[in-house]
């Protein structure tokens, strides 16, 4: 099956922009989603789509893709955006499977 | 609103099985594919496996094919995961989320899909 690979770990200062980033051979064909999850907490949908949002998330996230890679930006990151952020996507192998990325904790400094 | 709650994990000895359960709320389940996803202890979201609407097409992990069985009862609003042979790295906590289809605006193609309402999970421990 596919792979999404992430980075392990960002930082990012308190009012900055910051970049997560998803690579992955299916990425060409289908997009990705992304889910924010906070500590003992169950994961929450941030961006699906080209770059959608869902009711009640801050428009200070926006998503965006290029040829095998998907990226989540935090325009003005809050400290209340420190979290694990996963993208996901469809498996390009044609088995219809779903595959998550590694995952990559955000920082807040 | 839209509710999703699991319930049914525990402890359970390695060989064993386990039914988990996910009762919805909030929407009419009948129209939505549904999915099973696990996180281990400190690790990353892995998918188990999802089923369309009625039921007709499911699909597996390898991790889990043969071993996990999932189903649904529409008439109940629930989602269902039957795991036999469990192994320790079972051990995970077990998310049911509705999963949506994306199509392109513009164009109307199929692009993936995407997991838009997760349960609180519930924990599946896998020990001697």
């Known amino acids: 099956s596919s792979e999404l690979t992430q980075d392990p770990a960002v930082s990012v200062a308190l009012g900055q922009t910051v970049r997560i980033t998803c690579q992955g051979d299916?990425?060409?064909?289908?997009?990705a989603s992304w889910y924010q999850q906070k500590p003992g907490q169950a994961p929450v949908l941030v961006i699906y789509?080209?770059?959608n949002r869902p009711s009640g998330i801050p428009d200070r996230f926006s998503g965006s893709s290029s040829g095998n890679t998907a990226s989540l930006t935090i325009t003005g990151a809050q400290a209340e955006d420190e979290a694990d952020y996963y993208c996901n996507s469809r498996d390009s192998s044609g088995n219809h499977l779903a595959v998550f990325g590694t995952g990559t904790k955000v920082t807040v400094l | 609103q839209v509710q999703l709650v699991e319930s049914g994990g525990g402890l359970v000895k390695p060989g064993g099985s386990l039914r988990l359960s996910c009762a919805a709320s909030?929407?009419?389940?009948?129209?939505?594919?549904m999915s099973w996803i696990r996180q281990a202890p400190g690790k990353g979201l892995e998918w188990v496996s999802y089923i369309s609407s009625s039921g007709s097409t499911i699909y597996y992990a390898d991790s889990v094919k043969g071993r996990f069985t999932i189903s649904r009862d529409n008439a109940k609003n629930s989602l269902y995961l039957q795991m036999n042979s469990l192994r320790a790295e079972d051990t995970a906590v077990y998310y049911c989320a509705r999963r949506v289809t994306y199509y392109d605006i513009l164009t109307g193609y199929y692009r993936g899909f995407y997991f838009d309402y997760w349960g609180q999970g519930t924990l599946v421990t896998v020990s001697s």
């Open positions: 909030g929407f009419t389940f009948s129209d939505y594919y």
């Open positions: 789509g080209k770059n």
């Open positions: 299916s990425l060409r064909s289908y997009y």
